[in-house]
DNA sequence: GTGAAAGCGCTAACAG
DNA sequence: CTGTTAGCGCTTTCAC
């Protein structure tokens, strides 16, 4: 077993190690470690990278970290009941628009997925483990609410997903979608065809301020058609395939197959797409179905689903961009940042 | 603006200071971050836990973790040439599965998803963040040797996903699913109808050392049946819904339909269902259709397509498990986790 | 160009 | 039960 091997049950190699090694202080060692290459001469530069290879050095963020009173790492709080919160699209999305940018900036994200309940105890709450945070929250709007003022306690700049908020002189960044304008246009579209009876779907689970905000839309879309619809709201329970399924099989077994079905996302639509079909409705000759948060499965869908298109990459990127330019200026330069949306004619209205 | 909301800007509370305003010495007030409350008498606990609370004292962990020497973190590096790694329910699986067990245990997961030509120069391998990393890496079977050889030099504990890999006596836990068996399996399925030509899709992007055994199990299982049938492999470039159509549309236009299409993933495999069915075939009748890594969205297809599930998200679950436990004993119980997989027999086949 | 001293905020170890 | 001392590994600062 070299000295190479022995470093994994042996004690790191230190900054010290290499400097004694290469004969010259830690300073010089820890100037080449950066990049300050200028600092020292070229035999001086040689002789040290020689060591650092030999003793395989690795440098030590913790005590870096400690040092500069930063710690290049942001963290991505992901309130969900569910612990397959990262399956959904939406989510997934803006986690890697984040990730991605934090990575070529040399952050690193780090990504924790919480139970409302576990909320106040986690890690990321009670100590300080990153430069700032960003959080996608769930729950009622009192919730919510408790969520944000526990995390303006954190003292950490702050930028929250898909919430409509006063950020008053807080350290807090907003990203969020028009959703109420999204939903209205999705609610005028099918308004075209004057539906007299028209559904939603959503479910009770997880659900955030932005799907409210998006079913106010819809029924502003469309009650300005000439007649005004008949509108069901209908509870999916989780919003899975076979919850969404089954709330239907219900819900239309009382009142009839609607002219229209508009859900909150695009899981939903398709699993009332495929309860309706089969039970011999086509789409949209006789049910027009729209979705929201087009994601790529989408195209799984027969017919194509009509569905409205959210940049999630996008935001989360930015979110990432926001946030470290935070980290320099001191202060957000935006602290509401609204995304534009695309609406997606496909064949199913 | 009161102190608290000062603190934003200004620097951070210290122990030290609970500990002046306490009335106490730093080390009663750190006992009482940690818990260990029945070591003071219950006045002083009550002003040390009415002055934190007065404070809003947040614990510094880099200053912890540094005294400590242990970072309360596990890397996930995720190798890939698409920005959307994520996207792959498979690897949504693992982190979602990871993350979770990580955040009970007072971990936190940073996820790191890096492009091959970044590998050597990630944080994540050039300092210690982390108490330990986990890698599902991609690339040929040279690139992949080379990123295990980079991070066995990292001197951390390191699990890697889906390699079959010779662990000798280093710090490295393989986890990973028998990928051969259950190709054989499902090759073994379609040999059943006899098929003479059968076509494999597969993405020459991001290419798992698991999708390479899994095509040859997939060869062994169909050469098992009486007539031996004529194999195409088709690549797919990205494997995205428009590559894999445009491949296939090519495929056939030379070849013709085959009697049977077996694709490593479950997207490719609906991309080829729908070319098919659009151009007349039925499905199973003419043509049989195979997928792999049974996912959520799958449903969403017509006829439900025949798959392998596999724990993706107990993979990482016990990537986690594993980890913690290395980190508490020293060593990790076992070198190679080998998962089990489940057939799913739907109305494709 | 190079080095010495000091200290980031916390906790292990021990003393009382 | 409470306090003191020392030091984790690095970088800021300033002196040479």
Same mark, same amino acid.
């Given at each position: 077993?070299?000295?190479?091997?022995?470093?994994?049950?042996?004690?790191?190699?230190?900054?010290?190690?290499?400097?004694?090694?290469?004969?010259?202080?830690?300073?010089?060692?820890?100037?080449? /470690?950066?990049?300050?290459?200028?600092?020292? #001469? *070229?035999?001086?530069?040689?002789? /040290?990278?020689?060591?650092?290879?030999?003793?395989?050095? +690795? +440098?030590?963020?913790?005590?870096?970290?400690?040092?500069?009173?930063?710690?290049?790492?942001?963290?991505?709080?992901?309130?969900?009941?569910?612990?397959?919160?990262?399956?959904?699209?939406?989510?997934?999305? !803006?986690?890697?628009?984040?990730?991605?940018?934090?990575?070529?900036?040399?952050?690193?994200?780090?990504?924790?997925? !919480?139970?409302?309940? @576990?909320?106040?105890?986690?890690?990321?709450?009670?100590? !300080?483990?990153? @430069?700032?945070?960003?959080?996608?929250?769930?729950?009622? @709007?009192?919730?919510?609410?408790?969520?944000?003022?526990?995390?303006?306690?954190?003292?950490?700049?702050? $930028?929250?997903?898909?919430?409509?908020?006063?950020?008053?002189?807080?350290? $807090?960044?907003? $990203?969020?979608?028009?959703?109420?304008?999204?939903?209205?246009?999705?609610?005028?579209? /099918? &308004?075209?065809?004057?539906?007299?009876?028209?559904?939603?779907?959503?479910?009770?689970?997880?659900?955030?301020?932005?799907?409210?905000?998006?079913?106010?839309?819809?029924?502003?879309?469309?009650?300005?058609?000439?007649?005004?619809? +008949? !509108?069901?709201?209908?509870?999916?329970?989780?919003?899975?395939?076979?919850?969404?399924?089954?709330?239907?099989?219900?819900?239309?077994?009382?009142?009839?197959?609607?002219?229209?079905?508009?859900?909150?996302?695009?899981?939903?639509?398709?699993?009332?797409?495929?309860?309706?079909? &089969?039970?011999?409705?086509?789409?949209?000759?006789?049910?027009?179905?729209?979705?929201?948060?087009?994601?790529?499965?989408?195209?799984?869908?027969?017919?194509?689903?009509?569905?409205?298109? #959210?940049?999630?990459? *996008?935001?989360?990127?930015?979110?990432?961009?926001?946030?470290?330019?935070?980290?320099?200026?001191?202060?957000?330069?935006?602290? *509401?940042?609204?995304?534009?949306?695309?609406?997606?004619?496909?064949? #199913?209205?």
């Amino acid at each position: 077993m070299t000295d190479t091997d022995r470093q994994t049950s042996a004690k790191r190699v230190t900054l010290k190690q290499v400097a004694i090694a290469a004969e010259v202080s830690p300073m010089t060692v820890s100037n080449f /470690v950066n990049g300050h290459h200028h600092l020292m #001469s *070229e035999e001086v530069r040689e002789r /040290v990278a020689h060591e650092i290879s030999r003793l395989n050095y +690795r +440098r030590n963020d913790a005590a870096r970290n400690l040092r500069q009173s930063r710690l290049l790492s942001i963290g991505m709080l992901i309130v969900d009941n569910s612990p397959t919160y990262l399956a959904d699209g939406y989510t997934t999305q !803006i986690v890697a628009g984040a990730s991605n940018h934090l990575t070529d900036q040399g952050f690193s994200l780090l990504l924790q997925g !919480i139970r409302p309940n @576990d909320f106040e105890t986690s890690p990321l709450v009670t100590s !300080i483990r990153t @430069d700032g945070l960003c959080a996608l929250l769930s729950g009622d @709007d009192d919730q919510r609410l408790a969520q944000i003022e526990t995390l303006k306690k954190v003292g950490q700049p702050l $930028i929250v997903f898909l919430e409509s908020l006063n950020t008053g002189d807080h350290d $807090i960044c907003s $990203i969020r979608q028009n959703e109420f304008e999204s939903g209205r246009v999705m609610g005028e579209h /099918v &308004a075209r065809n004057n539906p007299s009876s028209v559904v939603f779907l959503s479910a009770s689970d997880n659900r955030w301020a932005a799907v409210v905000e998006r079913m106010q839309g819809m029924v502003a879309g469309l009650e300005s058609g000439t007649d005004k619809p +008949r !509108i069901a709201s209908l509870d999916c329970g989780s919003g899975s395939f076979d919850d969404t399924q089954s709330a239907l099989t219900a819900q239309i077994a009382s009142d009839g197959i609607p002219d229209a079905i508009m859900a909150v996302n695009d899981q939903m639509a398709i699993a009332a797409m495929q309860m309706v079909q &089969a039970r011999g409705a086509s789409i949209p000759e006789d049910v027009q179905v729209t979705g929201f948060n087009a994601f790529d499965f989408r195209r799984y869908a027969q017919p194509e689903l009509t569905s409205i298109r #959210s940049p999630a990459y *996008e935001m989360g990127a930015r979110a990432a961009a926001e946030m470290l330019n935070r980290l320099n200026t001191g202060s957000f330069s935006e602290k *509401e940042i609204v995304f534009p949306f695309e609406f997606l004619q496909g064949h #199913s209205t």
